[in-house]
């Protein structure tokens, strides 16, 4: 704990605040009247989270997979310590439900809370902060599927009921293995809605009216899952910061009218969450540019005056052949120093986003050695070169790119 505190204070530029605690404009659930009357009385610039999703880590290592640091002569460290002497200060992790194991396809994936809360124990336990990535199904999330967790209602009142006390008791469990959690996102890339077939939404409807009409389930499962944490505030959770989170933050459109309907319904107010989660891959559309970034960034912060993270990003460090996408930013090079500077420049525009709103970067799964696309059609994204040629025996040895916050 007390390195976790002074790790805080040193990110915050500062050792005269080295009390942890949630930021002025998050719910003040916790009653704590002492650290209120300290939040007011100090001027401090908000933490700025530099984050890596690390969900996959205890599966290549269970594996065998081990990782190199090939600044320290090759020496062999966990991969946590790699990119922590490169500035990160978070780790993100994903939570499915009761997923299977192995899945369908033969392999090991498996996010569960007995795979998910000793990893997140692990990180927190060297002073990392923990962002928990809510997928609220047994598998994959994402704007392609969101599949309700087979052992859940069908029904939408008793499936809010459900998911209210799932987020509540999960939350406690953390609480109860001493795992403070700073982040919560409440389903992951909700763009099309969660928990399908109930709670799917249609943003791109017209009229406004049809779009706010297709959210009403959403509507009511989100409220849901976000009275589950004021639920596990109320039995002593301390209070993270509560994220909605979307796909495609290039589009300022599509996000305007994302959280139009959604509030639109009557059922959510903007005070039902605190920061807004973007993700923002160079991949999928030549739109997906710095400049569109932060239109979208800038146009929500003057709309809702809140916290915005772009949580997922990454950048290749080997792209090439005829199944190359374009890359958004062509004059950036696929390779480690392009990595390093197209998370610098997503830094940039997330930094600039006036009254201080822009406040973290998440970079996507950089270890995951047999999943080097990360599921775009470039090569390799990874951070880590993963060398297979004494296969079954797989290492990784860290790109320039593992340095990537430093300094910022
Ligand atoms: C990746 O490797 C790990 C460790 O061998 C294995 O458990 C997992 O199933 C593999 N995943 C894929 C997608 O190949
Ligand atoms: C580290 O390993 C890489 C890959 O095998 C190799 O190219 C490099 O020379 C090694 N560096 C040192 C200092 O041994």
């Not at 594996?63 to 790699?82: M, S």
């Not at 994220?243 to 495609?248: F, L, R, T, W, Y």
Request: charged share 20%.
């Amino acid at each position: 704990m007390l390195f976790h505190k002074a790790l805080g204070a040193l990110a915050l530029g500062t050792f005269a605040v080295a009390v942890p605690s949630p930021p002025p404009w998050a719910h003040n659930e916790n009653s704590n009247g002492g650290r209120k009357h300290l939040e007011k009385s100090r001027v401090e610039e908000p933490f700025f989270y530099k984050g890596y999703d690390l969900s996959s880590l205890k599966i290549e290592e269970d594996g065998g997979y081990i990782y190199k640091d090939t600044q320290r002569n090759n020496v062999t460290r966990p991969v946590e310590d790699i990119l922590g002497d490169g500035g990160m200060n978070t780790v993100r992790l994903r939570l499915w439900v009761n997923p299977k194991v192995p899945y369908d396809g033969g392999y090991y994936e498996s996010y569960g809370l007995d795979y998910t809360l000793p990893l997140a124990k692990r990180f927190y336990d060297k002073g990392y902060r923990i962002y928990l990535d809510y997928h609220f199904s047994d598998y994959w999330a994402d704007p392609g599927k969101q599949y309700t967790p087979e052992a859940w209602p069908t029904e939408l009142d008793p499936l809010a009921s459900t998911l209210r006390n799932y987020v509540s008791s999960t939350m406690k469990a953390f609480s109860d293995a001493g795992v403070d959690l700073s982040i919560v996102s409440l389903g992951n890339e909700i763009r099309n809605g969660m928990l399908w077939p109930l709670g799917v939404v249609k943003v791109n409807t017209s009229p406004a009216s049809a779009r706010i009409e297709s959210f009403q389930n959403l509507a009511t499962l989100y409220s849901a899952a976000r009275k589950g944490v004021s639920d596990a505030v109320a039995e002593g959770v301390k209070k993270p910061e509560v994220m909605i989170h979307i796909d495609n933050g290039w589009d300022t459109n599509l996000q305007l009218n994302w959280f139009d309907a959604l509030t639109g319904t009557g059922k959510v107010e903007t005070s039902d969450w605190d920061i807004f989660g973007f993700s923002f891959y160079p991949f999928y559309g030549t739109s997906a540019t710095l400049a569109n970034l932060k239109n979208t960034l800038n146009t929500l912060a003057d709309k809702y005056n809140k916290p915005l993270h772009v949580v997922e990003t990454d950048w290749p460090a080997i792209c090439s052949g005829s199944r190359a996408p374009d890359l958004s930013e062509p004059s950036i090079p696929a390779s480690a120093p392009g990595q390093t500077e197209w998370v610098h420049d997503v830094i940039d525009v997330v930094r600039q986003v006036p009254r201080g709103l822009g406040q973290g970067v998440n970079y996507w799964e950089p270890a995951w050695l047999n999943n080097t696309g990360l599921g775009s059609a470039c090569q390799d994204v990874l951070l880590f070169a993963g060398d297979f040629s004494e296969y079954p025996k797989v290492t990784g040895y860290s790109r320039s790119s593992v340095d990537l916050y430093k300094g910022r």
